[in-house]
C-alpha cells in the first residue's frame, strides 16, 4: 500500500545548524524512533535497524537510508528501503530546510512510501497513522536536540 | 411415489456428537500434548513474486531453545512434490518454496522449537536476501503472453484448457431468435472454519511408523503423505478419531502434514502446528475458487432456452493443487435444473501470484449456479418475462426423468415444480410482491430473488478423467465395517475425519434402521488408516449416499447371517422366516432372539449352519452409484445425485447508504430421503449464511501492490447474526432411485443457490436504473455508489 506524508516544522535552530544535525548519523539515531543503530557505509549511506511496535504487532527491521541530492544548507533527497519480519518498506522523502521567522529554521518534507509485506494487511487502517505519529516522534525528538544544548 | 415411512430414519433425532461438543468436550489437535513434542512457526514471503538469493539462518539457529530452521531448499531434495492434479509436471509445490516465492505469505523456511513462542521470535533473525519479481493478479492478464509466469519452467501461467461441445450449439443458436451475452465474476472466498488446521506428527523409529493426527477434510490423504514422503503406504498412520472444528472443502492440509512429518522423521521428536489466524487466511488452504464467465444464450419469444455458451476462467493462484478440478464438476449439472438442448463450455484455469486455490464447500458448482441463474435473469429482463415463469417454463418437469443432460449426466429424480409451488405458497409471493412495491414507494430500494439450482451429491470423480487423460479414476468408494460383540452390543467403524457433518449420527441411525435396533445403543468408532478399509473421505457432498449406503449394506449382510443362524436353529427355511426388531420370528411362532444368535456365533460353532465362519462381523466397500464407466467423447455421468433447491429472497435497502438488508429468506428444498433432518436443516441455514458472506462480504482482496488486503477478521467480513435473517426452510422428497433409502446429499445446500438469489434481488431493486451488478461480493460502497452515480 502506498503512503504520502507531506508537512512542514518550525525548529529554534539556524538553517544550517539544522541541515548538519540533520546529515548526522548520532543525531538520527536519537531522534528516530526505535532506532538501535545507524552506521555510515559509505559517505551518505546508512545502515539502520529499528525495532518497532504498531499496535498488536511488532519487530525488527533492517534497512539502508541513502542521501543525495545534496544542496547544503537548503535541501536534499533521504531515500529509505528496509525489511523485517513484519513487512517491507521503501520510501523518498524530499527536504527543504528554510529561513523561519526570529532565529527558527523551517524544515518541510514530501515524501512518499510503499509498505509490503504482512503490515501492508492487517495494518491498512493504522499505517498512515502511524506513520503520522513517527513523525511526529521524530520531530519532537530533532527539537529536543537543540533546546538541550 | 408414496414416502416410505421409518422408525429412525427421518426422525427428529439429536445428533450424537453433539452432546461432546456442548459440553466443551471435543477432542481437536490442539488438545495434543505428545512427550517432548516440538512446535514450528513458518517464515512469510512478504512479496508477491521473488528469486530467493540466499537464507541466512545462523543467527536463529544460534537462539536458546530454537532447534532447527528447514528451508525450501533442504526440504525439496529430501522429498517428493506435492501430487498434482493436472498433467502438468513443470508446477511442482513443496511445502516450502523453492528459489522463487509464488505469492505474498508463502512459506520460505519454518522454524522448529521448544515453544511456538520461541520459533516466531527466531523467525525476526532470519535474513532473506530475495529479488522482487514482476508478477501477475488478474485471470485474464494472467492469460497474456507478456505476463511474467508464475512458473517459469512450465513456460505460461495456463493450467487448464478444455473446450467441449454438448449438442448442436451452432445450430441451436442459428435458429433461436435472440442471443444474449453478459459476463459476471466471483469474487474469491472461503468457508472460514473456527479451527484454523493443525496437525501433530510423530515417528516412531522402533516401528518404522509416522503418526498423524490432523484436522483434515482431504480424500487419500495417508496415501498422499506416504508418496511425498517416501514411505511406504504402511508407515503413515493417520488418526481418524480426532475431531475437526469445520471445514467445508478447505482443510486440505497437505503441504503442512509432509512439512510437519518430515520434520518430526528427521528430529525423531512429536512436532505440532497450529496455523494462526494470518498464516490460515494467506498461505493455509483457506481459498476457493475466484471465477469470471462470460455466457451467451441463445432463447426465444417465449421464453424457451435454445443453448448456452460459457467460457469460465478460474484464477487457481501460484500453484496447480486440485483446484482446476472445480471447472469439471459443474459439468455434471452444467444446465441447472433445465431443458437446455446444447452447450458449450471453454474451462480455463491459470497460475496467478495469489494464495493457492482449494476446494470449497460445492467444488465449484455455487460459482456456476450463480452464472446459470444470472442467465435466467438477464434473459427474463430481455423479453420482459416475470423471471419465475420463465423458470417454469424451462425446468425440467418430473415426467421427464431420469433425465439425461447434453454433458452426459442423467440426473435422478426431481419435482422443480412442486417445489417452487410450495415456496411461493409458504412464502405468500404475491404478498412479498406487494411488500416489495410498498417498501419502493417509500422510497427504499427493494428486489425479488429467486434461485432454483441443483447439488450434484454422492461424490465420486468423473471429472478428473474427463479433465485429465492421464488419469485413469473412476473409482470413488467408501465402506464401512459392523461387528457384533459377545454380550450383543453393535460397533460400527467408519474411516474417515468428520468436521461436524455427523457421521456417527448417519451411521447409527442407519445400522438402527436396517437392524431395528436402538440406534443409541449403537458404538460408532473411527480406527486410524492402517485399520480402516478404504474410502474417499467425506467430500462431493456424499456420506448420507456412501457411507450411509456402505452401513446400510453392511447391516443386510449381518441380518442375513442372523436369519441363516436362525434357520439353522429352528428347521425352517430361510425365505419363511421374518426378521423383526433383532429377532427372528418363525411361522410356527417360534422365536430365535438376537441373543440366541450372537451366543451361537460367538460360542457354539457346533450350532452354526456347515461351513459359516464364526462372529457376528460384517463390512460393506461400495462403489459409487452409476460411477461405471470412463469419459466418452468428452461426456460422463458425474455425480448420481442431484438435490433441488430454489431460494426465494426479499431484500431491501436505502439507495444513499446501499446496505442491503434481507427481509424475508424462504427456501424449498428437496434431497430425497433425510437421514438425521435437524442435520440437513443445519447445514441448509448454514449454507444460506455462507452465501450470504460470499455475495455481500467476503473476498480475499488485494491491493495492486499484490498484498493480500483482508487476512483478519477485521477487514474479511463475515455474515454475523445481525446480517443472516430468520431462514423458512420448506421440505419435499423426491426419493433418489440410486441409493438404499432413496437419500440424497445436502452437504452443500444453501450455499449452491444463495449467492444467485441474493444477488437477483440486488439487481431487481436496482433494475429501473439500468444497474446490473456483475461481480460477487457486491459490497455496500459498490451499491451506493452505482446509484449515487446514476442519480448525479
Given at each position: 500500500m502506498?503512503i504520502n506524508?507531506?508537512?512542514?516544522?518550525l525548529?529554534?535552530?539556524?538553517p544550517?545548524?539544522?541541515?548538519?544535525?540533520?546529515?548526522?548519523?548520532?543525531?538520527?539515531q536519537?531522534?528516530?524512533?526505535g532506532?538501535?543503530?545507524?552506521?555510515?557505509?559509505?559517505?551518505?549511506?546508512?545502515v539502520m535497524?529499528?525495532?518497532?511496535k504498531?499496535?498488536?504487532v511488532?519487530g525488527?527491521?533492517?534497512?539502508?537510508?541513502?542521501?543525495s541530492?545534496?544542496?547544503?544548507?537548503?535541501s536534499?533527497?533521504?531515500?529509505?528501503?528496509?525489511?523485517?519480519?513484519?513487512g517491507?518498506?521503501?520510501?523518498t522523502?524530499?527536504?527543504t530546510?528554510?529561513?523561519?521567522e526570529?532565529?527558527?529554521?523551517?524544515i518541510?518534507y514530501?515524501?512518499?512510501?510503499?509498505?509490503?509485506?504482512?503490515?501492508a494487511?492487517v495494518?491498512?487502517?493504522?499505517?498512515?497513522?502511524?506513520?503520522?505519529?513517527?513523525?511526529?516522534q521524530?520531530?519532537?525528538?530533532?527539537?529536543?536536540?537543540?533546546?538541550?544544548? | 411415489?408414496?414416502?416410505k415411512?421409518?422408525?429412525?430414519i427421518?426422525?427428529?433425532?439429536r445428533a450424537?456428537e453433539?452432546?461432546?461438543?456442548?459440553?466443551?468436550?471435543?477432542k481437536?489437535?490442539?488438545?495434543?500434548?505428545r512427550?517432548?513434542?516440538?512446535?514450528?512457526?513458518?517464515?512469510?514471503?512478504?512479496?508477491?513474486?521473488?528469486?530467493?538469493?540466499k537464507?541466512d539462518v545462523?543467527?536463529a539457529?544460534a537462539?536458546p531453545?530454537?532447534v532447527?530452521?528447514?528451508t525450501g531448499?533442504e526440504?525439496?531434495?529430501?522429498i517428493q512434490?506435492?501430487i498434482?492434479?493436472?498433467?502438468?509436471?513443470?508446477?511442482r509445490r513443496?511445502p516450502?518454496?523453492?528459489g522463487?516465492?509464488?505469492?505474498?505469505?508463502?512459506?520460505?523456511?519454518?522454524?522448529?522449537?521448544?515453544?511456538?513462542a520461541i520459533?516466531?521470535d527466531?523467525?525476526?533473525?532470519?535474513?532473506?536476501?530475495?529479488a522482487a519479481?514482476p508478477?501477475?493478479?488478474?485471470?485474464?492478464?494472467?492469460?497474456l503472453?507478456?505476463?511474467?509466469p508464475?512458473?517459469?519452467?512450465?513456460?505460461?501461467?495456463?493450467?487448464?484448457d478444455?473446450?467441449?461441445?454438448?449438442?448442436?450449439?451452432d445450430?441451436?443458436?442459428?435458429?433461436?431468435k435472440?442471443?444474449?451475452?453478459?459476463?459476471v465474476?466471483?469474487?474469491r472466498?472461503?468457508?472460514?472454519?473456527?479451527?484454523?488446521?493443525g496437525?501433530?506428527?510423530?515417528?516412531n523409529?522402533?516401528?518404522?511408523?509416522l503418526?498423524?493426527?490432523?484436522?483434515v477434510?482431504?480424500p487419500?490423504?495417508?496415501?498422499?503423505?506416504s508418496?511425498?514422503?517416501?514411505?511406504a503406504g504402511?508407515?503413515?498412520?493417520?488418526?481418524?478419531?480426532?475431531?475437526?472444528?469445520?471445514?467445508?472443502g478447505?482443510?486440505?492440509g497437505?503441504k503442512?502434514?509432509t512439512?510437519?512429518g518430515y520434520?518430526?522423521?528427521?528430529?525423531?521428536?512429536?512436532?505440532?502446528?497450529?496455523?494462526?489466524r494470518?498464516?490460515?487466511?494467506?498461505?493455509?488452504?483457506?481459498h476457493g475458487p475466484?471465477?469470471?464467465?462470460?455466457?451467451?444464450?441463445?432463447?426465444?419469444?417465449?421464453?424457451?432456452?435454445?443453448?448456452?455458451?460459457?467460457?469460465?476462467l478460474?484464477?487457481a493462484?501460484?500453484y496447480?493443487?486440485?483446484?482446476?478440478?472445480q471447472l469439471?464438476k459443474?459439468?455434471g449439472?452444467?444446465?441447472g435444473?433445465?431443458?437446455?438442448?446444447?452447450?458449450?463450455?471453454?474451462?480455463l484455469?491459470?497460475t496467478?501470484?495469489?494464495?493457492v486455490?482449494?476446494?470449497?464447500r460445492g467444488?465449484?458448482?455455487?460459482p456456476t449456479?450463480?452464472?446459470?441463474?444470472t442467465a435466467m435473469d438477464?434473459?427474463a429482463?430481455?423479453?420482459?418475462?416475470?423471471?419465475?415463469v420463465?423458470?417454469?417454463?424451462?425446468?425440467?418437469r418430473?415426467?421427464?426423468?431420469?433425465?439425461?443432460?447434453?454433458?452426459?449426466s442423467t440426473?435422478?429424480?426431481?419435482?422443480?415444480?412442486?417445489?417452487?409451488d410450495?415456496?411461493?405458497n409458504?412464502?405468500d409471493?404475491?404478498?412479498?410482491?406487494a411488500?416489495?412495491?410498498r417498501?419502493?414507494t417509500?422510497g427504499?430500494?427493494?428486489?425479488i430473488?429467486?434461485?432454483a439450482?441443483?447439488?450434484?451429491?454422492?461424490g465420486?470423480?468423473s471429472?478428473e478423467?474427463?479433465?485429465?487423460e492421464a488419469?485413469?479414476?473412476?473409482?470413488w468408494m467408501?465402506s464401512?465395517?459392523?461387528?457384533?460383540d459377545?454380550?450383543?452390543?453393535?460397533?460400527?467403524?467408519?474411516?474417515?475425519?468428520?468436521s461436524g457433518?455427523?457421521?456417527?449420527?448417519?451411521?447409527s441411525?442407519?445400522?438402527?434402521e436396517?437392524?431395528?435396533?436402538d440406534p443409541?445403543?449403537i458404538?460408532?468408532t473411527?480406527?486410524?488408516?492402517l485399520?480402516?478399509l478404504?474410502?474417499n473421505?467425506?467430500?462431493g457432498?456424499?456420506?448420507a449416499?456412501?457411507l450411509?449406503?456402505?452401513?446400510?449394506?453392511?447391516?443386510?449382510?449381518?441380518?442375513?447371517?442372523i436369519?441363516?443362524i436362525?434357520?439353522?436353529?429352528?428347521?425352517f427355511?430361510?425365505?419363511?422366516?421374518?426378521?423383526?426388531?433383532?429377532d427372528?420370528l418363525a411361522p410356527?411362532?417360534?422365536?430365535?432372539?438376537?441373543?440366541?444368535?450372537?451366543?451361537?456365533?460367538?460360542?457354539?460353532?457346533?450350532?452354526?449352519?456347515?461351513?459359516?465362519?464364526?462372529?457376528?462381523?460384517?463390512f460393506?466397500?461400495?462403489?459409487?452409484?452409476?460411477g461405471?464407466a470412463l469419459?466418452v467423447?468428452?461426456?460422463?455421468?458425474?455425480?448420481?445425485?442431484y438435490?433441488?433447491e430454489?431460494?426465494?429472497?426479499?431484500?431491501?435497502?436505502d439507495?444513499?447508504?446501499g446496505?442491503?438488508?434481507?427481509?424475508?429468506?424462504?427456501?424449498g428444498?428437496?434431497?430425497?430421503t433425510?437421514i438425521?433432518?435437524?442435520?440437513?436443516s443445519g447445514?441448509?441455514?448454514?449454507g444460506?449464511?455462507?452465501?450470504i458472506?460470499?455475495t455481500?462480504?467476503?473476498?480475499?482482496?488485494y491491493?495492486?501492490?499484490?498484498?493480500?488486503?483482508?487476512?483478519?477478521f477485521?477487514?474479511?467480513l463475515m455474515p454475523s447474526?445481525?446480517?443472516?435473517?430468520?431462514?423458512?426452510i420448506?421440505k419435499?422428497?423426491?426419493?433418489?432411485?440410486?441409493?438404499?433409502?432413496?437419500q440424497k446429499?445436502?452437504?452443500?445446500?444453501?450455499?449452491?443457490?444463495?449467492?444467485a438469489?441474493?444477488?437477483?434481488a440486488?439487481?431487481?431493486?436496482?433494475a429501473?436504473?439500468?444497474?446490473?451488478f456483475?461481480?460477487?461480493?457486491?459490497?455496500?460502497?459498490?451499491?451506493?455508489?452505482?446509484?449515487?452515480?446514476k442519480?448525479?
Amino acid at each position: 500500500m502506498n503512503i504520502n506524508l507531506n508537512g512542514n516544522e518550525l525548529i529554534f535552530v539556524r538553517p544550517n545548524e539544522l541541515w548538519n544535525s540533520v546529515i548526522d548519523p548520532v543525531v538520527l539515531q536519537r531522534s528516530i524512533p526505535g532506532c538501535i543503530s545507524m552506521v555510515e557505509t559509505v559517505p551518505g549511506e546508512y545502515v539502520m535497524t529499528l525495532e518497532l511496535k504498531v499496535a498488536a504487532v511488532g519487530g525488527s527491521f533492517e534497512g539502508t537510508v541513502g542521501l543525495s541530492e545534496m544542496d547544503p544548507p537548503n535541501s536534499c533527497v533521504i531515500s529509505v528501503s528496509g525489511s523485517g519480519t513484519l513487512g517491507t518498506g521503501t520510501g523518498t522523502a524530499r527536504v527543504t530546510i528554510s529561513d523561519g521567522e526570529s532565529g527558527t529554521a523551517n524544515i518541510a518534507y514530501e515524501a512518499a512510501g510503499e509498505v509490503g509485506g504482512l503490515v501492508a494487511g492487517v495494518g491498512q487502517r493504522i499505517l498512515l497513522g502511524v506513520a503520522k505519529h513517527l513523525v511526529r516522534q521524530f520531530f519532537t525528538a530533532l527539537k529536543k536536540e537543540f533546546v538541550a544544548s | 411415489m408414496a414416502e416410505k415411512t421409518y422408525k429412525f430414519i427421518s426422525q427428529p433425532r439429536r445428533a450424537v456428537e453433539d452432546r461432546r461438543f456442548v459440553a466443551g468436550r471435543g477432542k481437536f489437535v490442539a488438545d495434543l500434548d505428545r512427550p517432548g513434542m516440538l512446535h514450528v512457526a513458518p517464515l512469510a514471503s512478504h512479496y508477491p513474486a521473488a528469486i530467493i538469493n540466499k537464507i541466512d539462518v545462523t543467527a536463529a539457529l544460534a537462539m536458546p531453545g530454537v532447534v532447527d530452521v528447514i528451508t525450501g531448499a533442504e526440504i525439496s531434495a529430501a522429498i517428493q512434490p506435492l501430487i498434482n492434479g493436472l498433467d502438468t509436471p513443470n508446477v511442482r509445490r513443496f511445502p516450502l518454496a523453492v528459489g522463487r516465492v509464488r505469492y505474498a505469505g508463502e512459506w520460505v523456511c519454518a522454524v522448529v522449537a521448544e515453544s511456538r513462542a520461541i520459533a516466531e521470535d527466531a523467525l525476526e533473525k532470519i535474513i532473506v536476501d530475495a529479488a522482487a519479481q514482476p508478477f501477475v493478479l488478474d485471470a485474464e492478464e494472467a492469460l497474456l503472453s507478456t505476463s511474467p509466469p508464475v512458473h517459469p519452467e512450465h513456460g505460461s501461467n495456463l493450467l487448464l484448457d478444455k473446450k467441449f461441445v454438448w449438442g448442436a450449439v451452432d445450430d441451436d443458436f442459428a435458429l433461436a431468435k435472440h442471443n444474449l451475452s453478459f459476463s459476471v465474476t466471483w469474487g474469491r472466498n472461503s468457508t472460514v472454519p473456527i479451527e484454523t488446521f493443525g496437525v501433530v506428527a510423530e515417528w516412531n523409529g522402533w516401528d518404522q511408523i509416522l503418526d498423524i493426527w490432523a484436522s483434515v477434510q482431504m480424500p487419500k490423504y495417508s496415501d498422499q503423505i506416504s508418496r511425498c514422503l517416501g514411505l511406504a503406504g504402511n508407515a503413515v498412520r493417520v488418526h481418524y478419531d480426532i475431531d475437526v472444528g469445520g471445514s467445508y472443502g478447505v482443510k486440505r492440509g497437505i503441504k503442512h502434514a509432509t512439512l510437519i512429518g518430515y520434520i518430526a522423521r528427521k528430529l525423531g521428536r512429536p512436532v505440532r502446528f497450529i496455523e494462526d489466524r494470518l498464516e490460515n487466511m494467506r498461505a493455509g488452504d483457506a481459498h476457493g475458487p475466484e471465477r469470471k464467465f462470460d455466457v451467451t444464450m441463445a432463447f426465444e419469444d417465449d421464453g424457451t432456452i435454445r443453448s448456452m455458451k460459457m467460457r469460465a476462467l478460474d484464477n487457481a493462484g501460484a500453484y496447480a493443487g486440485r483446484a482446476p478440478f472445480q471447472l469439471g464438476k459443474p459439468i455434471g449439472a452444467i444446465v441447472g435444473p433445465y431443458q437446455i438442448n446444447s452447450v458449450s463450455y471453454h474451462a480455463l484455469s491459470v497460475t496467478s501470484n495469489k494464495t493457492v486455490q482449494e476446494a470449497v464447500r460445492g467444488f465449484g458448482q455455487a460459482p456456476t449456479n450463480y452464472a446459470i441463474e444470472t442467465a435466467m435473469d438477464r434473459v427474463a429482463n430481455f423479453l420482459k418475462m416475470d423471471r419465475l415463469v420463465l423458470r417454469q417454463h424451462n425446468l425440467i418437469r418430473a415426467d421427464q426423468f431420469p433425465y439425461l443432460i447434453p454433458s452426459g449426466s442423467t440426473y435422478d429424480s426431481g419435482d422443480y415444480h412442486t417445489v417452487i409451488d410450495k415456496v411461493l405458497n409458504a412464502a405468500d409471493y404475491s404478498a412479498l410482491v406487494a411488500t416489495r412495491d410498498r417498501l419502493r414507494t417509500e422510497g427504499m430500494m427493494a428486489g425479488i430473488g429467486v434461485a432454483a439450482c441443483l447439488e450434484p451429491s454422492g461424490g465420486n470423480s468423473s471429472f478428473e478423467p474427463l479433465l485429465n487423460e492421464a488419469n485413469k479414476t473412476s473409482t470413488w468408494m467408501e465402506s464401512c465395517q459392523v461387528n457384533v460383540d459377545a454380550l450383543g452390543n453393535v460397533i460400527a467403524r467408519i474411516h474417515t475425519t468428520s468436521s461436524g457433518q455427523g457421521h456417527d449420527t448417519l451411521v447409527s441411525t442407519v445400522l438402527g434402521e436396517v437392524l431395528q435396533i436402538d440406534p443409541d445403543k449403537i458404538r460408532v468408532t473411527r480406527p486410524n488408516s492402517l485399520e480402516s478399509l478404504p474410502g474417499n473421505s467425506p467430500v462431493g457432498s456424499r456420506m448420507a449416499i456412501m457411507l450411509g449406503g456402505a452401513a446400510a449394506r453392511a447391516a443386510e449382510k449381518l441380518k442375513l447371517k442372523i436369519v441363516a443362524i436362525a434357520a439353522h436353529c429352528l428347521g425352517f427355511d430361510a425365505d419363511k422366516l421374518v426378521y423383526s426388531g433383532g429377532d427372528v420370528l418363525a411361522p410356527d411362532g417360534s422365536k430365535h432372539s438376537w441373543l440366541d444368535a450372537v451366543e451361537l456365533a460367538h460360542r457354539q460353532f457346533h450350532n452354526l449352519p456347515e461351513g459359516m465362519d464364526p462372529g457376528l462381523a460384517s463390512f460393506d466397500i461400495m462403489q459409487v452409484p452409476t460411477g461405471d464407466a470412463l469419459p466418452v467423447d468428452g461426456k460422463v455421468q458425474m455425480y448420481p445425485c442431484y438435490s433441488f433447491e430454489f431460494h426465494l429472497v426479499l431484500v431491501a435497502f436505502d439507495p444513499v447508504i446501499g446496505r442491503p438488508e434481507i427481509r424475508s429468506y424462504t427456501i424449498g428444498h428437496d434431497c430425497g430421503t433425510v437421514i438425521n433432518p435437524a442435520i440437513v436443516s443445519g447445514m441448509t441455514y448454514g449454507g444460506i449464511a455462507h452465501g450470504i458472506g460470499a455475495t455481500l462480504f467476503e473476498e480475499f482482496a488485494y491491493d495492486a501492490n499484490g498484498q493480500l488486503m483482508t487476512q483478519s477478521f477485521l477487514d474479511y467480513l463475515m455474515p454475523s447474526s445481525h446480517e443472516v435473517p430468520p431462514i423458512e426452510i420448506v421440505k419435499h422428497c423426491t426419493p433418489s432411485p440410486h441409493t438404499v433409502f432413496g437419500q440424497k446429499g445436502s452437504g452443500e445446500s444453501g450455499y449452491l443457490g444463495a449467492p444467485a438469489a441474493i444477488s437477483g434481488a440486488i439487481n431487481d431493486a436496482v433494475a429501473a436504473l439500468d444497474i446490473h451488478f456483475e461481480k460477487l461480493p457486491i459490497r455496500m460502497s459498490a451499491i451506493s455508489d452505482a446509484i449515487s452515480n446514476k442519480l448525479a
